[in-house]
């Protein structure tokens, strides 16, 4: 709201100082702000003669000010300067000079003591600190979110140390600021026994071994005399919201309340303020020597380092779940678990600074933290930290960094098959008003960074889980690895990796940034991509017919369908072997998903598997069911190995069958048709119909399932499927052979299997004798197999 008395002031000094070179004019409307501040500074550097002008209060004007001037008091006659004092006053909601009236020292010497009195000091005069103060947008009253017991700090660090020299007048509005924070640290500077000139306000080794030597022996008993280290101790918990008494007496109250606050920081409740609990109390990082049972690296461990640091201590690690170089391995999953060391995960791409704190990344980086977790089998409720690198601070954390963060809250809550909390890491401001806002639940300071200012003045979130405190090398066995000390709070819930199975490595050929298994990821982007996208729908799977139905049949459809659907050889035999519904909810369902997937960059894995094979097998198992008796036949084996060993027959020479057969069954590179690839798709095929029965998603099954080689998956299907037994094998194969009739392929069978099996128009299929032969040779393949 507009004040006609500062809308006054501020036409004064235009009109005072408009011609004056350096001059910047301020816009008359009444409202206070840093360019009236600014345009009061300048005017008082034109009335001490300083040049050029400037927005600062700094050496020079402190200089001219002290010399020149000393104090505004009674003795001041300059109607300038003293119309200058009251645009101040009126700025900062005092009574000043009003329009018309003789400028005068009386005119204004009530306000000057209300002023004095308000930031805890006595007398009625202005000397070089007040003038400086008066010309900042500090308050001198309590405002909205501070508090009482902090504005009585604030006083009384005023009232106690305005005297010496580079101590600086604090507000008086009852908010813990990073001024308070540096006033604070005058004072201890100044009772541990630092002269002015090397008392600097800020908290460094000089400071730390002052406090060790001198100020760690306040506890229960203790009261102020010529040192004051009670009240500034009672003052640091009243800037960690403690409720404390501010007496100078370390009473009962204050031992208790020290307990509260050592118990938050996971400190032994010694309930005296000794020397970690006193860092704890002032700077971010607490006592950067203290040994912690939590550290984040960007190191790619191995299970020799995990081995080595347990032994140092450590029961928890951040690590990266992007980057290539820093992402945390499979074998590494395994090394913390074997070492008994739990996970907390970080995700970060960068944000290093305003300008990538959008919405859009935060949808692309929930997405991708989703992907990457369920890749690496965190459970549900597993907290995924991501980060804030920079120090944000006031219109930054409420606009970019609040939208980024909803970005991920949207992106995250888009996925049906998986929860994972939001973590935020940043400093403790941002880390607060993000959990405020509700974008994040918990927690992971940045504390090692003293000097952003989100960390100075701002007390520790209450649901922090983790804090940075300082970076260490540790020389381990084979190497010296780089980490980061953080102390855990009894509030974290790191993921125990004993109950996590880890992602399967790449084996197949391929290539993939992380190690991963290239199949399996993708098939965990795909699912999440599904998700997203029924849920984009309005479509809950669940409520339909179950997702962990659906998403294996929208996903082997879409893998299987250029070439058994669409092709035109195989067409009229896969559409009705493999049918899908093309009705209601659960057509709809599967049309957005196939969307979902079409989007999904890329939109099939770059992998050496014949991915499309084993989605089309999968299909017919999943149509016709996966056949468990391990001597019979059934339809869904028709589209898997049944088929594949039969068309090896086409290619049969007439002579030799068993020892052809011994180098056709399982080739790598066979024209054949049942090469090596085709017998692993069969198997896998198999393998994860009968493990889906059970409701799991397909990412999960082919988790385990590929935790073995290509090898021992096949050999573990010749075992399950037929009992390691020819003669079971032989049993479910030749009734094909025998021309039992197959159902809803009866009409299909003369043509179209026949053509499937490679079979030559004028070739007849193989005798039993031959066919068990067959059977016997794919036996002998899959049982040399481990």
């Not at 500034?232 to 109250?253: E, H, I, K």
Request: glycine share 10%; hydrophobic share 45%; proline share 4%.
């Amino acid at each position: 709201m507009a004040d006609p008395q500062v809308e006054y002031a501020q036409a004064w000094l235009n009109d005072t100082y408009g011609g004056v070179s350096g001059w910047v004019t301020v816009t008359e409307d009444g409202i206070t702000g840093w360019n009236s501040m600014y345009a009061i500074r300048r005017a008082l550097q034109i009335e001490l003669g300083v040049s050029p002008l400037s927005s600062g209060f700094g050496p020079a004007t402190t200089a001219a000010f002290t010399a020149k001037i000393g104090r505004v008091d009674a003795n001041t006659t300059s109607a300038n300067l003293l119309r200058i004092v009251s645009a101040a006053l009126w700025c900062k909601g005092y009574s000043g000079i009003y329009q018309g009236a003789t400028p005068t020292f009386a005119a204004i010497e009530y306000a000057v003591s209300q002023i004095r009195g308000d930031l805890g000091l006595t007398g009625a005069f202005i000397d070089v600190k007040l003038m400086l103060s008066l010309t900042t947008m500090d308050a001198y009253v309590l405002l909205s979110g501070g508090t009482d017991p902090v504005r009585e700090v604030q006083r009384w660090l005023n009232a106690t140390y305005s005297g010496r020299a580079d101590f600086a007048l604090v507000p008086a509005d009852g908010i813990f600021s990073r001024g308070v924070a540096t006033a604070l640290y005058f004072g201890v500077q100044y009772e541990i026994g630092m002269a002015d000139g090397t008392a600097n306000g800020n908290f460094g080794t000089g400071t730390r071994a002052g406090l060790r030597t001198t100020a760690a022996q306040v506890g229960a008993g203790s009261v102020d005399g010529t040192q004051r280290f009670v009240r500034l101790f009672q003052a640091a918990l009243r800037a960690n919201a403690v409720d404390v008494p501010f007496s100078g007496t370390f009473d009962q109250s204050t031992v208790t309340a020290t307990r509260s606050f050592q118990s938050f920081m996971e400190l032994p409740a010694s309930g005296r303020a000794d020397y970690p609990t006193w860092c704890a109390a002032l700077v971010s990082n607490g006592d950067v020597d203290r040994s912690t049972t939590g550290f984040d690296c960007r190191t790619q461990l191995t299970a020799a380092d995990a081995v080595a640091l347990r032994a140092a201590g450590y029961t928890a690690v951040g690590r990266y779940t992007v980057g290539e170089g820093k992402n945390i391995l499979s074998p590494e999953i395994d090394g913390l678990a074997a070492a008994g060391i739990r996970l907390f995960p970080i995700h970060q791409r960068l944000n290093n600074e305003a300008a990538v704190m959008t919405e859009a990344n935060g949808l692309t980086h929930g997405v991708e933290a989703t992907e990457r977790c369920r890749a690496l089998g965190l459970p549900h409720d597993t907290v995924v930290f991501f980060s804030v690198d920079f120090d944000a601070v006031g219109e930054v954390i409420d606009g970019p960094v609040m939208d980024y963060f909803r970005g991920v809250r949207k992106s995250m809550g888009q996925v049906i098959g998986t929860s994972y909390r939001i973590g935020v890491y940043g400093t403790r401001n941002v880390c607060a008003k993000v959990i405020d806002k509700g974008y994040a639940q918990a927690a992971f300071v940045a504390g090692m960074s003293t000097g952003w200012s989100g960390n100075m003045g701002f007390a520790m979130p209450r649901e922090w889980h983790y804090n940075q405190i300082a970076t260490i090398t540790r020389s381990l066995p084979t190497r010296a690895v780089a980490v980061d000390n953080d102390v855990v709070s009894s509030r974290a819930t790191p993921v125990d990796l004993t109950r996590v199975v880890s992602p399967p490595v790449e084996q197949h050929g391929s290539a993939s940034a992380t190690g991963f298994d290239v199949f399996f990821e993708w098939l965990v982007r795909a699912e999440v991509a599904i998700e997203r996208g029924l849920s984009d729908a309005g479509l809950l799977l669940k409520d339909l017919v179950g997702y962990n139905y659906m998403s294996p049949s929208i996903i082997a459809h879409a893998l299987q369908r250029p070439t058994y659907w669409d092709d035109e050889d195989f067409k009229a035999l896969w559409r009705v072997y493999t049918p899908i519904d093309d009705t209601g909810d659960e057509s709809l369902a599967r049309s957005t998903g196939e969307a979902a997937l079409a989007a999904l960059a890329p939109a099939e894995p770059a992998t050496a598997l014949d991915f499309r094979h084993f989605a089309a097998t999968l299909r017919g198992y999943q149509v016709w069911g996966a056949p468990g008796t391990q001597g019979e036949y059934g339809l869904g084996d028709l589209g898997g190995w049944m088929l594949d060993l039969l068309s090896v027959w086409g290619s049969y020479p007439g002579t030799g069958l068993r020892e052809w057969l011994a180098g056709e069954i399982g080739a790598k590179g066979s024209a054949s048709g049942f090469g090596w690839l085709d017998v692993v798709a069969d198997a896998d095929a198999w393998l994860v119909a009968r493990r889906l029965d059970d409701g799991a998603l397909l990412s999960e099954v082919i988790r385990r399932l590929y935790k073995e080689s290509p090898a021992t998956r096949v050999n573990r299907f010749y075992q399950e499927r037929f009992g390691g037994s020819p003669a079971n094998l032989a049993s479910a194969f030749t009734p094909l052979i025998d021309g039992v009739d197959v159902g809803v392929f009866h009409d299909l069978a003369a043509g179209k299997i026949r053509a499937a099996a490679n079979l030559s128009a004028g070739q007849q299929m193989p005798t039993r004798a031959e066919a068990t032969v067959m059977a016997e040779a794919y036996a002998a393949f899959m049982a040399s197999l481990s």
